[in-house]
Every structure is written in C-alpha cells, then in structure tokens.
C-alpha cells in the first residue's frame, strides 16, 4: 500500500508542477500577446488569467495525475507480486495487458500534443491575420473615451441623453475635429 501511495504521490506533483509551469508559460505568452498586438485588438487590456483559468488549470493537473497514478496502481493491484517474483518476471517483459496500457497512453499523449500544437498554430495564425484585418474605417488619429455618469446628478435617461448632448456639441465645436458621435457601449 505505501508504494501505492508513493506512485500516487509522484504523479500528482508531477502533474501540479506541470501545471505550474504551464501557468508560467501562459503569464509570458499573453504577456507577448498583449506587448505586441495591443493596438491591433480590442479589448486587450482584458486578457488575463483570472481564478478561473487558476481553477481550471489546478482541477485539470490534478485530475491528470490522479489518473496518471491510478493506471499503474490498478495494474500493480492486479498482479500477484510473489508469484511474479517465482517466475523472474521483470519490468522490460511484462505481460500484453501492461504494454497494451503503455501503447494506449502513449498514443494518447501524441494525439493531446497534436491537438495542441494544432490549437496554439491556428491561434498564432489568427492573430497574426488579425493584424491585417481593415476595420472599415481610418483608425489613424481617432480618440475614443469612456464617460461615467453619476447616478444621482442624471437620474433619468432624458437628463443623461441632454448631458451627451450637450457634450457632444462642445467636442464638435473644438478645433480639428471633424466629426463625433456617441455610442452606449464601445466594445462588448
């Protein structure tokens, strides 16, 4: 049972560190992301890793060393330690069913790396395409700002509407603008 323990044990911080690093990896690569499209995307002050992503990526490591761990001690459970100890049994010729378990995880492993290579190229491919996407209009010496609105001073929308209004035709007096407009929400 302690080896038991111990083969579990390993596999889960394996996993964890895998995990780790994985989150290591993901802080510099949306890091990049941001440094070098930062201008090209919407949105993207709000690319992050939050708790959630935290939460999925420790239930992930922790689900695959679970099992991980459990494979081989399932195995192990089933074979009878003393009677494969008479026969000279050793690790390099164990019976098909350990090396069926081996070829499927193996196979396994190839087809999660693929999957991924497969995901992380078509992410790099779009944003890469993204870069030369036309908006429709000349982003070139555009300015866009959010305005909060207090509540309490703008209590009804026919009060919040004059105030933009207002505001609007103040902006459009100043010098150098050609044009302005106002809209609810800027991105989504």
Do not use: W, Y
């Not at 044990?9 to 992301?33: D, H, Y």
């Not at 378990?101 to 497969?118: D, K, N, P, Q, Y």
């Amino acid at each position: 049972m302690a080896v038991l323990r111990q083969i579990l044990a390993e596999t889960l911080l394996l996993s964890v560190a895998g995990g780790a690093l994985g989150l290591i990896l993901a802080r510099f690569g949306t890091t990049l992301i941001v440094k070098f499209l930062a201008d090209r995307l919407p949105n993207s002050t709000e690319i992050t890793r939050d708790a959630p992503v935290l939460a999925f990526t420790v239930v992930l490591s922790l689900f695959a060393g679970t099992l991980a761990g459990l494979l081989p001690t399932v195995r192990f459970t089933r074979t009878d330690v003393n009677e494969a100890l008479k026969q000279g049994q050793s690790r390099g010729t164990s019976d098909s069913g350990g090396s069926r378990t081996r070829g499927l995880l193996v196979v396994c492993e190839v087809a999660l790396s693929l999957l991924l290579l497969i995901g992380a190229g078509l992410m790099l491919r779009t944003l890469s395409q993204l870069s030369s996407v036309q908006p429709g209009f000349d982003p070139n010496h555009v300015l866009t700002l959010s305005i909060p609105v207090p509540q309490k001073k703008f209590a009804t929308p026919a009060a919040q509407i004059s105030f933009f209004e207002r505001v609007l035709q103040q902006v459009r007096a100043t010098p150098g603008v050609e044009s302005a407009g106002v809209i609810d929400e800027l991105f989504r």
